[in-house]
Structure formats: C-alpha cells, structure tokens
C-alpha cells in the first residue's frame, strides 16, 4: 500500500515538470561537461598573446639576418639573399600562425574534463587531421564557452526583472549573432546563431544557477531551488535554519521589548506612588 502510494506521488510528480526544449536541453547538456568553477580562457586573447611574442622573436631574428648580408662585399650575392631571405619570412610568418592557431588551443583545452575533450576533439587528434577538425574543435570549444557566458548573462537579468533601470544598467548585454544569405531567388534572409534559436520563446526565469554548486540548469518545477535532489535538499536545510534563528532572534527581541516595557510599568507606578506619598 504504500509502495504504491510512493509510485503515485513519483507519476504526479513527473507530470509536474515541465522539460526544456530540445535544443537547450542539449546546450545545458554541453554546458554540464565543464565544472561551474573550471575558467574557459578566451580563445582570442589568448592566442593574440602568443602571436605578438612568436612574430617579436620573428622580427628580430629577420633583421639580424638582414644585419649580417649588409657585411657582405658582394652586392649581386647580398640582393640574391636579401630576396630569399624576404620570401622566407613571409612563409615563416604563416607557419607561425598557423602553430600558435593550435598552441593556443592547445592552451585553452588544458584541465578540461575527459568528457568535454571527448566532444571537443583531442588536440593530437585535429593536430594530425588538418584544418577542418582543427577549426570544428575551436567551433565546439568556443560554442560551450559563449553559451556558458549566456546563460549566467539570462539569469542574471531574470533575478532583476523588476529591477530598477540603474541596476540593470550594470548587467551583462544579451546579444547574439545572426548570418545573412542570399538565396537563390535573389532574396535575404537572416540565419541565427543556433544558441538563439535554442532559447527563442523560451520562459528565461526556468534558466537557473544553482546556489549550491553553481551548475546551470532547467527547472522543471517553478519552486525547484537547486540543479538535483542533494543541492535542494541542502538549500531547504539551509534556509531552514536560515528562519529558525531569525525566528530566534525575533523571539529573543520580543522578549527584550516586553521584559523594557515591564520595567518601564514598573518604574512609572513606583514613581506615581512616590508622588502620591
């Protein structure tokens, strides 16, 4: 009888909740691959970085060289060089780029979870295989950092609805990128990112950060507090407590007022008294 009971509360429940939609269930699934707290260098910075040192080592070493042919007594053998030397620069520097391209991948994949590098593709794997794994790795990579960056931007905005207008001055922007194409009939049309489709029309309050362990989540019920039953259970007790000392407090309080207002009925009969006298 009960164990029935237990099954009826479970079916109830789940019908109660309500699923993402397909696509952000799947980029909250992505997401979840990297712990809440794990940094996720920007691909960009980090190889602009290594560009500008790599091309300063370049650069001096060139003009070295170009030091030492201006020693050479022979002008015909100087220029020859001179010319040479121009045209391997200007390969070097591809190679350079392309090298610090995947060092600088390289960089921003370290400390990834196997399950995350297992979608993102092993640096020796796109290494080997060229440039077309190489940029779906960087695609992947950077789909999951912006999408993370997203969606704390959304619940952020979802905790200030009825903010002021100074306060959410200071919030990230929401902004996504849409493509333009030119069909074959001659007309536009605008193709969004897949994250903005994912989340067009989608109830942004139902977008959470957990406040136990900071893992972005859906929340299938309006009062669900955290991403899983051991999160939640931890916020209910810590809230729990949270009420019962304040309660406490407000006990304590009411208790100081009414202990102040019988001294108070005190002092002011024996001071009638004393008149009286």
Partial sequence: MKSRKIRKFIQQTSLNLKRPPLELGIILSLVDLVPPNLELKDFAIVEKGKLEVAIKEHQTWFTSKLEELDKLDNNENREFAKNYLNEHYIYQIQNIEAEVAYQSLKECLEGLPSQALKYIKELGEFHLAGEDTYFEALDRYTFIRESRIKLRAIVQHTQYLHSSWEKKLRLPKLETQGTMKINKDGTISIENDPFAE???GVDATRIRECPKCRRLFWAGRNTQLGCSTQCSTALRNRNLRKRNKE????????????????DIDKLTSEANKDETL
């Fill in 247 to 262: 309660k406490h407090a407000n006990q304590v309080q009411g208790e100081s007022k009414q202990n102040l207002s019988r």
């Fill in 198 to 200: 994912a989340v067009e």
